[in-house]
């Protein structure tokens, strides 16, 4: 039988709540055990594909093709389990299926309500997860105190009595606000957190406080007075400058050894040696590399969060830091593109929807393109580049993607046939992993150095293959395809020092112990660029 931690967010949200389970999952995974980790989000929609990233942040996509919340990512990159469509699910979702049910007569004389009805989907949907492993760790979306996440809460109320003490245990962690005027950490908002907790039934086991720095031992103390938890399993979650520093920051509290006391399980000494040689790695480096990261979602990061990632974790291989510059595709101009984007010894260009910012992406490429700078173009990146390519280089005159001007003469971004008749947006572009074929020869084969990989695809419109030949004699070359339906799935410009543009998502395997190749390229690229042009 699967062992269970449920953690719950107080006061406000944005904590870290799923940062502090993929960091607590690593410790787990450390000592020996095998855990899986799900995220359970109280909103309506069915998931999060149709929102806009500055609704929800980044959508993460799985291996099997679910669009999901950007905690899975984190849950991926500190710790070994895969994501699936399983792993995260919604209101949106379990209503839907408990009313496909009740309308298949299932239900056939009952009255279905929230409990127990709803609730019993949301229980099945968490032991759906927890199949054959020893703990499953699950993240409650929301805040204490939201009426949507109410059901989620009772849910694993229930759960906490049904599969007895020793096999679940609640961790809560709540802000605890620092007041600069004053001098003083405040616990009261933590305090009213617990309060509405222990009033639906559930009695925190743990309690992790969030603040700007770790809190003493008088206000733990205060903080297990007032909300009834044991002092030694109250602990600090303070503001870190490398957040792979966490699982390390938790252990250093004590946090295994409380769960392991709380669970009954078996104490092994966790290995976080991997954890140890990354912060060391990160918090020595020295240089530094200037890439811009070109999109349209900016001012808010969450958006791009795997990328960012991603890129810190290409510094690790490369031994180099790399400052990430913030630019609004908006803003970029045929006046001022130039200055904008001068000084940059690399460029990212990342995914998107909408003809917002295009074009301004679009003089992005042709930049990068005409001044020998690193160009790294993932997704819309790819399309992006495609298209600058056909208009400067090959001549094709109002070339476009078929999503910004379904008129364009020259639609060398085009939606594919089997796309044309779908009429539901959710869940229906070309999702999850598919195979790639490498060209020998080309750059993409040295870097992954494979004939065929396996990436992530979250995307409508494709590079017309009719325009194939034209852009090759040109010289942009097609360095990997999907064979089985005969896309292109990564571009290059040979005669380019670095000018490499996929159409999946390669940030969503990147991970601190297992950098994705593609960014080490062109992180190193970069550097290369930055020591030709500024030294060092």
């Known amino acids: 039988m699967s062992k269970y931690i449920f953690i719950t ?23 020996g055990y095998k855990i899986t980790l799900m995220k359970l989000d109280p909103y309506l929609n069915i998931d999060p594909g149709t929102m806009n990233p500055y609704q929800h942040g980044e959508v993460f996509v799985t291996e099997d093709g679910a669009e999901t919340d950007l905690d899975l990512g ?18 949106g979702k379990l209503y839907h299926n408990l009313l496909e049910k009740e309308r298949k007569g299932v239900f056939l004389g009952a009255t279905v309500q929230v409990i127990p009805h709803f609730t019993d989907e949301i229980k099945k949907s968490i032991e759906k997860v927890a199949n054959s492993y020893d703990i499953t760790l699950v993240e409650i979306g929301g805040t204490v105190g939201d009426i949507e996440s109410l059901p989620f809460l009772e849910a694993i109320r229930q759960m906490g009595i049904e599969k007895s003490k020793d096999n679940v245990v609640y961790i809560h962690l709540t802000y605890v606000p620092y007041i600069r005027v004053s001098e003083e950490l405040k616990t009261k908002p933590s305090q009213h957190s617990v309060k ?24 733990k103390r205060k903080l297990a007075m007032f909300t009834n938890v044991e002092e030694d399993s109250v602990f600090s979650a303070p503001d870190l400058d490398i957040i792979y520093e966490i699982p390390l920051y938790f252990k250093k509290e004590g946090l295994d050894r409380v769960i392991a006391k709380h669970l009954n399980l078996e104490y092994r000494e966790p290995d976080l040696s991997k954890w140890r040689k990354i912060v060391s790695t990160i918090s020595k480096l020295e240089g530094g590399v200037d890439i811009g990261i070109v999109g349209k979602y900016v001012d808010l990061k969450d958006a ?24 609004n595709s908006e803003r970029i101009n045929q006046e001022n593109y130039k200055e904008v984007l001068s000084g940059l010894d690399g460029i990212l260009v990342p ?47 109002g070339a476009n993607s078929t999503e910004f001007n379904p008129l364009s003469p020259h639609p060398v ?18 999702l999850g992993a598919y195979q790639c074929h490498l ?43 999907h064979k089985t339906k005969g896309l292109p799935e990564i571009v290059e410009i040979p005669s380019h020092p670095w000018f490499i543009a996929c159409q999946f998502h390669p940030e969503f395997k990147s991970k601190p112990f297992n950098p994705h190749p593609l960014f080490v390229s062109f992180v190193e690229a970069s550097y290369r660029k930055r020591l030709e042009t500024k030294g060092k």
């Open 413 to 430: 971004i085009d939606i594919m046939q089997e796309q044309k008749s779908v009429e539901k947006k959710g869940g229906t572009m070309r």
């Open 304 to 327: 791009y969060k795997s990328i960012s990632e991603s890129l810190i974790h290409a510094q690790i291989p490369n031994k180099v830091k790399v400052n990430i510059h913030w630019i």
């Open 196 to 219: 509405e907790l222990r009033a639906i039934g559930i009695q925190p086991d743990i309690l992790i406080g969030r603040a700007e720095k770790p809190l003493p031992k008088n206000i």
């Open 9 to 31: 967010g107080g006061v406000l949200s944005s904590l870290g709540k799923g940062v502090t389970s993929a960091a607590i999952g690593s410790i787990l995974e450390g000592m």
């Open 351 to 397: 995914g998107g929807f909408g003809d917002r910012g295009i074009e301004g992406k679009i003089m992005t490429a042709k930049y990068a393109r005409e001044n020998n700078v690193p160009y790294f173009g993932i997704c819309l990146g790819m399309q992006i580049a495609v298209i600058e390519f056909a208009r400067s280089v090959a001549g094709l005159e």
């Open 74 to 91: 984190h849950y991926e990159r500190f710790t070994n389990a895969v994501m699936t469509k399983y792993n995260n699910t919604t209101s």
């Open 439 to 481: 060209k020998p020869g080309t750059k993409a084969y040295q870097i992954y150095m494979s004939e065929v990989i396996l990436e992530r695809h979250r995307h409508r419109y494709e590079f017309n293959p009719k325009y194939v030949p034209i852009l090759e004699e040109k010289g942009l070359i097609v360095s990997g395809v």
